[in-house]
């Protein structure tokens, strides 16, 4: 992440197409389509309809089940700033709420 960030900081000109997670899983053959645009490649009639045949599910959540909550702290205290300039809401501190907390970095569209 950091190095993504010097990247985009000392090469301004560069034109990065950003992705998101969830924008991703949310309609991948809009983002796949805007993916090829930015790359000026040819989008087949037929990509659409193939694409919205293939299932993609957010696994957002996965982390919440699969972590204890000392590795979700670990996690928050690693990555916490991070997600935040990348438009996930933090978690309330002053109520102590671990990113466990359902509410606790969700995305948000900036």
């Known amino acids: 992440m950091d190095q993504f960030e010097r990247v985009k900081r000392d090469y301004p000109h560069i034109d990065i197409c950003e992705v998101t997670y969830e924008s991703f899983c949310e309609d991948p053959a809009r983002e796949l389509k805007r993916i090829a645009e930015h790359c000026e490649l040819s989008w087949p009639k037929d990509y659409d309809r193939v694409i919205r045949k293939q299932c993609v599910l957010s696994e957002n959540e996965k982390w919440q089940k699969d972590l204890t909550l000392a590795q979700q702290e670990i996690l928050e205290a690693v990555l916490g700033s991070y997600l935040i300039n990348y438009g996930y809401e933090p978690c309330n501190t002053s109520q102590q709420?671990?990113?466990?907390?359902?509410?606790?970095?969700?995305?948000?569209?900036?």
Do not use: E, F, G, Q
């Open 97 to 110: 709420p671990r990113l466990s907390d359902a509410t606790c970095m969700k995305h948000v569209s900036l």
